[in-house]
C-alpha cells in the first residue's frame, strides 16, 4: 500500500501522511545561517487532554476500502521477509508486548480476527461516532497489524506482528475518504487531518495510557523556519515523553514531486522537511530498507533519521476482510501494487519499542528510545549514524539482551588518542654517503684521465713516418 487507499491515497502515503514539516535536530543557531532547525520547546503550547473532535465537517467522498482492493492472492501463509529479517520469531520468545498499550494515531483501525486484544477506540478526528474503529483507507489497519497482529491459533500462518499480546488504542486522525464539506475551510489538500489535530492526538494518546505511540502520517515542505501549528506538535512530542512518559515513533516519510530527497553534498542543509521526524529529540523516525538491505529508494533521508526497518513487500492485515491478509493495495482505476512505505517501516520499530517495555519495565521513555539506538546494526559511518538509516536497522534481539552501560550506571567508554610507542627518528649520517660521492667522483676521474692518455699514445703510434730525401 501506499499510504491511503485510493487514487488520491497514492501520493499521500509516499510522503507517509498528510500533516506538517520537519528538520533535523540542529543547533538552533543554524537558523542564522540559512537553513532550518527546530527552536526550543515551549511545552506551554501542548494541548490540554480533551475528547477528540473533528475540526471541520467532513463528508465521506468515496467508498470504504472493498474485499480484493487490499489483498494478494489468496491467504498469504509464510511470514514477511521483515519478520524473518528482524528475526521476530526468536524475540517472542523474550517478549510478546504483554502489558503494552500502542496507540495507532492513523486512518483508523477495522475489527480483525488476527488483532486478537480488543482495538480500543480512543477517538476519532473525522467522525466522532466512529470513535477511531472505522478504517475506510486501509493505512491504519495495515500499520496496527504489523505492531500486533496474531493469528487465531489452530491456523497455519507464519504472519506474526512484532508484539502480537500488545494492545492497539487507535485515534482515526486522518482519512483521504473524507472531505470538508464547503467551499473555502482552511484544511491540508480539503481532506480531514492537520497539524493541530495531530498535536491532539499525541496527547490523547499518551493521556490515554499509551506506552508507545507510532505515527504513520506525517508533512513534507520546502525547508524554512519552524511554522505556528508545528510549534504546538514539537509542544506535544515533548510532553508525551516526558510528562506521560511514552515513547513517539514516526514514519521518516517518502519521497514525491512535493518532496524531493535530500541528496545535497551538507546533509545538516536539507531541502526538504518532515514534522514529526523533524523533532528527533523525542522522536524515533523511520527509514525504510528493501529486501536486500538497501534503503529504499522512496526513503527521505536526513539527519534526523533515527533508525531503519523494513519498508517494502509489506504484510499485514487485509483492512476489508477480518480473515484475511493482504500484500498489496489495489487504488481506483489501476492495478494493485505492493504494500510500501516508511508508514509501514515505523510499526516494526514500535513493535520492538513495546517489547522492550515489557522486558525492562523500569526504563523510562528515553531510555527505551536510546536502548533501541545503541543496540542497532550501525552503518559504516563517523559515529555509527549517518542520514540513511539513522543509528541502523533496529536490532530486536540485542534490543532485548544487551547491555547498555548508561542502564547500568556505568559511563559509556569514551575514544581516546594513545601515543605511538616508537623510537625517535634516528639522524642522518650524511658522512658514509660524501665518502662514497667522493670516493666514487674520483675513480671516475682516474678512469677518465687513463682512458685520454691510452688513446693519445695510440694516436701517436699510429702516425705514418716520412720519406728521406725527396722535397
Not at 476482510?321 to 498489496?328: M, S
Not at 541502523?392 to 548508561?406: C, D, K, S
Request: net charge negative; proline share 8%.
Amino acid at each position: 500500500m501506499t499510504r491511503f487507499g485510493r487514487t488520491k491515497r497514492l501520493a499521500a502515503i509516499l510522503t507517509a501522511g498528510t500533516i506538517a514539516v520537519l528538520v533535523p535536530t540542529v543547533p538552533v543557531q543554524a537558523q542564522d545561517l540559512g537553513y532550518p532547525a527546530p527552536p526550543p520547546v515551549d511545552i506551554g503550547l501542548a494541548p490540554q487532554p480533551a475528547e477528540p473532535e473533528p475540526d471541520e465537517t467532513y463528508t465521506k467522498e468515496s467508498e470504504c476500502v472493498k474485499a480484493g482492493e487490499a489483498r494478494g492472492e489468496g491467504v498469504l501463509a509464510e511470514g514477511s521477509w521483515g519478520q524473518r529479517h528482524l528475526r521476530l520469531d526468536e524475540a517472542s520468545l523474550i517478549a510478546t508486548g504483554e502489558g503494552q498499550t500502542v496507540a495507532v494515531i492513523d486512518t483508523g483501525v477495522n475489527d480483525h480476527n488476527f488483532l486478537t486484544k480488543e482495538v480500543i477506540g480512543a477517538g476519532d478526528f473525522v467522525d466522532k461516532q466512529a470513535n477511531g474503529r472505522e478504517d475506510c483507507d486501509g493505512h491504519g489497519t495495515e500499520v496496527a497489524g504489523i505492531i500486533a497482529g496474531n493469528p487465531p491459533g489452530g491456523q497455519n500462518i507464519g504472519f506474526r506482528g512484532v508484539a502480537p499480546n500488545a494492545q492497539i488504542m487507535s485515534i482515526r486522525q486522518t482519512s483521504q475518504s473524507y472531505v470538508v464539506d464547503k467551499e473555502g475551510a482552511e484544511n491540508d489538500g480539503n481532506t480531514a487531518g492537520n497539524t493541530k489535530t495531530l498535536a491532539q492526538a499525541v496527547v490523547r494518546a499518551a493521556e490515554q495510557g499509551a506506552t508507545v505511540i507510532n505515527i504513520s502520517v506525517d508533512s513534507c515542505r520546502k525547508a524554512g523556519p519552524i511554522q505556528p501549528d508545528e510549534r504546538i506538535l514539537q509542544a506535544a512530542v515533548r510532553k508525551a515523553v516526558d510528562q506521560w512518559d511514552a515513547v513517539v515513533v514516526a514514519a521518516a516519510g517518502n519521497t514525491s514531486e512535493n518532496c524531493p530527497q535530500n541528496n545535497q553534498d551538507d546533509v545538516n542543509k536539507p531541502q526538504s522537511i518532515v514534522t514529526p521526524p523533524w523533532f528527533a529529540e523525542d522522536v524515533l523516525s523511520v527509514a525504510a530498507i528493501d529486501e536486500q538491505g538497501s534503503v529504499a529508494e522512496f526513503s527521505m533521508n536526513g539527519p534526523w533519521v533515527s533508525l531503519a526497518a523494513p519498508g517494502t513487500n509489506i504484510v499485514s492485515l487485509d483492512p476489508a476482510d477480518p480473515g484475511q491478509l493482504a500484500n498489496r493495495q489495489a487504488e481506483a482505476g489501476q492495478d494493485p501494487q505492493p504494500i510500501q512505505g516508511t508508514s509501514f517501516a515505523a510499526p516494526y520499530v514500535a513493535g520492538v519499542a513495546a517489547l522492550v517495555r515489557e522486558r525492562f519495565p523500569d526504563l523510562k521513555a528515553r531510555e527505551v528510545m536510546n536502548r533501541l539506538k545503541t543496540t542497532a546494526q550501525h552503518p559504516g559511518a563517523p559515529g555509527g549514524r549517518d542520514a540513511f538509516t539513522g543509528h541502523g536497522v533496529v536490532n530486536p534481539i540485542a534490543a532485548l539482551t544487551a547491555i547498555v552501560p548508561e542502564e547500568e550506571g556505568i559511563q559509556r567508554a569514551q575514544p581516546q588518542q594513545l601515543p605511538a610507542d616508537l623510537p625517535e627518528p634516528s639522524q642522518k649520517d650524511w658522512v658514509p654517503i660524501a665518502i662514497a660521492i667522493g670516493g666514487t667522483g674520483g675513480a671516475l676521474a682516474i678512469l677518465g684521465i687513463t682512458m685520454f692518455v691510452l688513446h693519445a699514445i695510440r694516436r701517436h703510434r699510429g702516425e705514418p713516418k716520412q720519406p728521406r730525401g725527396f722535397a
